[in-house]
């Protein structure tokens, strides 16, 4: 590895083989986190006031729960399908990205912290870690269909039909 010393500028880092971050980024990112830690904790309170009423309605009319509870699993479901296609096809761009520049970080990308450039075979390493999160992301969407299918068979089996 090699020592670094008296480096002033961006271009001179990724000579030595780091890419630096830029504060503007680190003060975005850390803004989003924090919103999006909010708006988890806004979230979580609705869905635990949602839970309780729905086992409540359990007692009383369980069709009606069982229907609200598949609304609002279609939802949720719809909802993880989207954002799960977008960070896949995320990150699929960026490993087309690395692949096509032999690096990572590929040029112009900006990161979080201090980051080594790797080239060759340690870059073909994180496209592989790409392209396996990308699957294990997408099939992640199965769950929501398996959920589906049971809530389905419990409609079915409150309603009168019994067991298949």
Known sequence: MKTVKNIQTVSEWEDSGYVLP???????????????????????????????????????????????????????????????????FYCVWLARRILHTGRYPPPGMKVLRKTIIRHGSESVKIVWGLFVLTGLLLLTNGAFVILWQCLSGATDWVQGGGLP
Do not use: Y
């Open 22 to 88: 830029e504060a503007s980024f680190q003060r975005w990112a850390l803004a989003f986190f924090l919103v999006l830690v909010a708006l988890c904790l806004v979230v979580l309170v609705v869905f635990r006031v949602h839970q309780h009423n729905l086992l409540r309605l359990l007692s009383l009319d369980p069709v009606r729960a069982i229907t609200i509870l598949k609304r609002d699993l279609a939802i949720a479901g719809g909802l993880h399908f989207f954002l799960t296609f977008g960070v896949g």
